[in-house]
């Protein structure tokens, strides 16, 4: 079954502890990106990459870092999580030609 | 960064009732997605409109894309209860899909 997934679904922890937020496509995407979703913001893009090694900010790619060593795989890493990094993530993948994004089912990160 | 605005916020209607809800900016895109998410879930695509004035229909929902490309529309006739979801649109200011603008949704609830 094609499709994107995240791991882990749900994650509490606390400031300061280095996180790392896996996602992994199996659709041979050359394009994954990875959103925060907090209420009356909406969707907002952290980072993005084109393809392997290609790796470019987004909207709020403050505190966040990311890697794309392999095609599939896209982490979404937080170095000193701060609370207002509280939020509902998203990772996405798509092929080049426009056709619109695939996403994963979340990540629900609460720092406490 | 470009804004997306997304009217109505919240949309109550009863089953079989038709409705509309809109996506405006002040900028151009190339392309524009809707998306619907439901609850614990990533939001699904649902279409991908590129061509100023272009019209596509998905059964009982009607999307058009406007013909400046600022903005655009999506119909639902005869509302179903599994219509409910919260529906974002998503804006490509680029021929490719790296940089999305979101809007921040609509939240459609179908009463039975």
């Known amino acids: 079954e094609a499709q994107v997934t995240q791991n882990p679904r749900y994650l509490i922890t606390v400031t300061g502890k280095k996180l790392t937020v896996t996602c992994s496509q199996n659709?041979?995407?050359?394009?994954m990106s990875w959103y925060r979703q907090d209420p009356g913001l909406g969707l907002r893009q952290i980072y993005y990459?084109?393809?392997?090694?290609?790796?470019d900010k987004g909207d709020v790619p403050e505190g966040y870092k990311v890697s794309r060593k392999e095609k599939r795989n896209f982490p979404l890493i937080l170095e000193s999580p701060s609370p207002n990094q509280t939020s509902l993530y998203f990772c996405?993948?798509?092929?080049?030609?426009?056709?619109?994004?695939?996403f994963g089912p979340g990540t629900r990160l609460t720092v406490l | 960064t470009q804004l997306l605005e997304q009217s109505p916020q919240f949309l109550s209607i009863q089953e079989g009732e038709n409705l509309t809800v809109y996506c405006n900016s002040s900028s151009v895109f190339s392309s524009l997605q809707w998306y619907r998410q439901e609850p614990g879930e990533g939001p699904v695509l649902l279409v991908t409109?590129?061509?100023?004035?272009e019209v596509k229909k998905l059964k009982r929902l009607t999307f058009q894309f406007g013909d400046a490309r600022k903005d655009s529309s999506l119909h639902i006739t005869a509302a179903q209860t599994g219509d409910t979801g919260l529906y974002l649109c998503a804006g490509a200011i680029s021929v490719g899909n790296e940089k999305l603008t979101f809007g921040t949704g609509t939240r459609l609830t179908i009463i039975p």
């Open positions: 990459s084109m393809n392997v090694e290609v790796t």
């Open positions: 659709m041979n995407h050359e394009y």
């Open positions: 409109v590129v061509t100023g004035g």
């Open positions: 996405a993948s798509s092929p080049p030609n426009r056709v619109g994004q695939f």
